[in-house]
């Protein structure tokens, strides 16, 4: 019964996260092509212990967190993926009555669990350029959200949107704003503001970094938070009271198997990368194509016809990508693509130019 329903759960906008069509080649979701031997052999010896519990603390991958990126065991938690990160933080400072603020276009997520507290979100437009405009962003910082979500790199635009010197003057001057900064693509490229965790002075600072796009762990949902030891021990307190053992022990397992082999790890981000520059390459190669650069997981070009007529052709053609819907008021042409694995590079090159032929651009 929806009038049963808590009204900021009727309000809110249902999200649709796309769909799974069998059979072709998957490009929709900006997921890593690879996945990581040690974490693979990691993760199977896991399943064998699937009858206990996973350690609620994290322990062990806390420790390890700790000691490769210089932090206490104190200020690094582990969580159910950034997405559920996001919504431990939401659920940590958010009620009725806040107000977050946000560039946009963004990742959706940090609405959808402000929505979901029955917060507000305010946005910054970026502007043509997909740079935010800094008049704009301190006039809404002066009225104090409660939280202020930035991806670094961003969301769908692919670009790092502030300076680590900004943060670090804004989280100091803006002490009543908690500060949340996203580095789910840290691994691809950007700079960082972890040190500013590792100084120990900003308690009205948190950093997120990911397993599912450098390392390959999508499918196991793995994240971690870094903050003040306070507002760790605050996170804490609240997935105690709710998500005991939001992480699985296979998903643990898997991500201590990328501390545990670091240079193993390092090799498999460069080979990542690698796929990624070549695809980029040959992107660029094709005609009345545009590239744009981004230091995230997905690609990001610009093609003659509209975005989503594109992607229907293709899908025909088994390549599955995904039109920039949430730009699509200013530029209806832009697609999203995943990197795809070296081995379908040629149906997923083959697939691209074929379709721009058909539409009238390039030979067949
Ligand atoms: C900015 C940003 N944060 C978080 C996520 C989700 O990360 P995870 O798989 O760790 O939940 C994404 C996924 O696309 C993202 O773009």
Redesign the pocket.
């Given at each position: 019964m929806e009038s049963l329903a808590r009204s900021a759960v009727r309000n809110m906008p249902t999200l649709s996260w796309g769909e799974y069509p069998e059979g072709v080649v998957r490009l929709q979701f900006?997921e890593n092509p690879y996945v990581f031997g040690p974490a693979r052999v990691a993760a199977t010896a896991a399943l064998g212990k699937m009858n206990r519990y996973p350690d609620a603390q994290k322990s062990a991958l806390r420790r390890l967190v700790a000691a490769r990126d210089g932090v206490t065991y104190g200020q690094v938690y582990v969580g159910n993926?950034?997405?559920g990160l996001i919504e431990l933080v939401a659920k940590t400072y958010l009620e009725e009555g806040d107000t977050v603020l946000v560039p946009g276009p963004t990742?959706p997520?940090y609405a959808a669990a402000t929505h979901l507290l029955g917060a507000t979100v305010r946005t910054v437009a970026l502007d043509e350029n997909w740079a935010l405009p800094r008049a704009d962003w301190a006039a809404a910082l002066a009225d104090q959200p409660k939280v202020v979500w930035l991806?670094q790199p961003n969301?769908p635009t692919g670009n790092q949107l502030v300076t680590p010197t900004e943060i670090a003057q804004w989280v100091a001057e803006h002490p009543r704003t908690m500060w949340v900064v996203?580095e789910?693509y840290f691994e691809l490229g950007g700079e960082t503001v972890l040190p500013l965790v590792a100084e120990g002075k900003y308690p009205n600072l948190v950093v997120f970094r990911?397993f599912?796009k450098g390392y390959g762990l999508?499918g196991l949902r793995v994240?971690l938070v870094y903050g003040d030891e306070a507002m760790i021990a605050l996170l804490q307190k609240v997935e105690g009271s709710s998500q005991v053992f939001a992480v699985n022990q296979v998903a643990l397992a898997a991500a201590e198997a990328v501390l545990r082999h670091p240079q193993e790890a390092a090799a498999f981000v460069r080979e990542y990368q690698q796929a990624k520059e070549e695809y980029v390459t040959a992107l660029t190669a094709l005609p009345d194509v545009q590239v744009r650069p981004t230091l995230t997981s997905f690609c990001l070009f610009r093609v003659p016809m509209l975005a989503e007529e594109y992607r229907r052709g293709l899908l025909r053609r088994g390549v599955a990508l995904k039109p920039m819907g949430i730009f699509a008021q200013r530029d209806p042409h832009l697609c999203l693509s995943a990197v795809p694995h070296p081995d379908d590079l040629p149906t997923v090159m083959g697939a691209l130019r074929a379709e721009l032929a058909a539409q009238g651009h390039g030979g067949s």
């Open positions: 900006g993926g950034v997405d990742f997520c991806a969301n996203d789910t990911g599912s999508a994240g």
